[in-house]
């Protein structure tokens, strides 16, 4: 692998909480904003705690992204790699 081909992994990587909200189909209340509004976190359909709406929805100062992480980079080394 070269350092163009990390720098697209890592890039796509990065988009992966972005594509889990436009997927999402549940999102559940992780916190209050300053004004007092709910904050709102994509999760799995079967959360119990989890409100039926899609990303579009939610106000934009109401969505929070799931934070990047290790795993979002190696699914994508093991998928583009196979």
Do not use: H, W
Not at 2 to 10: E, K, M, P, R, Y
Request: glycine share 4%; net charge positive.
């Amino acid at each position: 692998m070269s350092c163009a081909d990390l720098n697209i992994l890592i890039r796509d990587a990065s988009y992966e909480p972005l594509r889990k909200a436009q997927n999402a189909t549940k999102f559940k209340e992780i916190g209050r904003n300053p004004s007092g509004k709910p904050i709102y976190q994509p999760c799995a359909p079967s959360d119990p705690a989890g409100v039926s709406m899609r990303m579009l929805d939610v106000a934009g100062d109401q969505l929070t992204l799931p934070s990047i992480s290790l795993v979002n980079i190696y699914d994508k080394c093991v998928f583009n790699v196979i």
